[in-house]
């Protein structure tokens, strides 16, 4: 099986940074996508950034400037570094990843999540 476990989320002041980060753990060939997403109360899972196994990213438009996302391959991570961050950045922040896994001498691509990690930023 594989595992994403997320860690670094927080209560952060309007402005203030955070940095998440996530390790992948398991059994796979390799992994494709790496990404952040995030969920507030009431509201519909939205993509933050993602980052691919050569370093090329994609961010929400609403973190565009203020986040960066990127990856160390070797050690199966991936780190989100939030600045500026504001109050409708609160939510729940969840790792994923594109993991390509080998059954029965083949390959196929599996999604993972994590179980996601909170981060506050009062009004």
């Known amino acids: 099986q594989v595992q994403l476990v997320e860690s670094g989320g927080g209560l952060v002041q309007a402005g203030g940074s955070l940095r998440l980060s996530c390790v992948a753990t398991g059994d796979f060939v390799r992994i494709n996508v790496m990404g952040w997403y995030r969920q507030a109360p009431r509201k519909q899972r939205e993509l933050v950034a993602t980052?691919?196994?050569?370093?090329?990213?994609k961010y929400a438009d609403s973190v565009k400037g203020r986040f960066t996302i990127s990856r160390d391959n070797a050690k199966n991570t991936v780190s989100l570094q939030m600045s500026s961050l504001k109050p409708e950045d609160t939510a729940t922040y969840l790792c994923?990843?594109?993991?390509?896994?080998?059954?029965?001498?083949?390959?196929?691509?599996?999604?993972?999540w994590g179980q996601g990690t909170l981060v506050t930023v009062p009004e």
């Open positions: 980052i691919t196994t050569d370093g090329s990213t």
């Open positions: 994923n990843a594109e993991v390509i896994r080998s059954v029965a001498y083949d390959e196929f691509r599996f999604q993972y």
